[in-house]
Antibody, heavy 122, light 111 residues
Framework: QLQLQESGPGLVKPSETLSLTCTVS??????????CAWIRQPPGKGLEWIGT???????YYNPSLKSRVTISLETSKNQFSLKLNSVTAADTAVYYC??????????????WGQGTLVTVSS | DIVMTQSPLSLPVTPGEPASISCRSS???????????LDWYLQKPGQSPQLLIY???NRASGVPDRFSGSGSGTDFTLKISRVEAEDVGVYYC?????????FGPGTRVDI
């Protein structure tokens, strides 16, 4: 059973870089058993997938965000991180990290952090 | 890109009665391994989303058996056999085919 916790600044200035970290406990995310993702939810709106990283380090991003997003693993700390550059007010959202079991197939994002609100404002 | 649609977008329900939500994808979600890469999530008010169903029809751990998922290819359905008050929230389908994920717009379920 994994527990996930997002951390990072709650306020970011326009044009700057949003940086968040997800700390995982309960298992090693470097295991081939897991995949990790970032999802965001603007206030009052639906869920938007940002990107996914696998134990191998392979990453896949939402095409609408791909030019601005980087997701990486820090296996020594059992963390994965999100960087979103050149932010605007449209990037204001609750950001969730999530993880799931990757077996012969992806078995859904079964573990979620509590979410962290990031506001983009000067 | 695969586009996900859901219907209805709002669903009033009555406790004890069944409920059903439809999810459609613009392309088949059937993988060559025989699995449909379609998951269902419920976001209860003020909470993080939680996984209900994965690979189209498999209940996640701890999910009550009143929830069931069915369908294949491009058409999927989430059914609640008997709605309980705790089932209110927004239900999302999400595909995870071809390494890119997309959520549906969500269906708000209220009593």
């Amino acid at each position: 059973q994994l527990q996930l916790q997002e951390s990072g600044p709650g306020l970011v200035k326009p044009s700057e870089t949003l940086s968040l970290t997800c700390t995982v406990s309960g298992a090693s995310i470097s295991s081939s058993s897991y995949y990790c993702a970032w999802i965001r939810q603007p206030p009052g709106k639906g869920l938007e997938w940002i990107g996914t990283i696998y134990y191998s380090g392979s990453t896949y991003y939402n095409p609408s965000l791909k030019s601005r997003v980087t997701i990486s693993l820090e296996t020594s700390k059992n963390q994965f991180s999100l960087k979103l550059n050149s932010v605007t007010a449209a990037d204001t959202a609750v950001y969730y990290c999530a993880s799931g079991i990757a077996a012969a197939a992806l078995l859904g994002l079964d573990f979620w952090g509590q979410g962290t609100l990031v506001t983009v404002s000067s | 890109d695969i586009v996900m649609t859901q219907s209805p977008l709002s669903l009033p329900v009555t406790p004890g009665e069944p409920a059903s939500i439809s999810c459609r994808s613009s392309q088949s979600l059937l993988h060559s391994n025989g699995n449909d890469y379609l998951d269902w999530y419920l976001q209860k008010p003020g909470q993080s989303p939680q996984l209900l169903i994965y690979l189209g029809s498999n209940r996640a751990s701890g999910v009550p058996d009143r929830f069931s998922g069915s369908g294949s290819g491009t058409d999927f359905t989430l059914k609640i056999s008997r709605v309980e008050a705790e089932d209110v929230g927004v239900y999302y389908c999400m595909h995870s085919l071809r390494t890119l994920f997309t959520f549906g717009p969500g269906t708000r379920v209220d009593i």
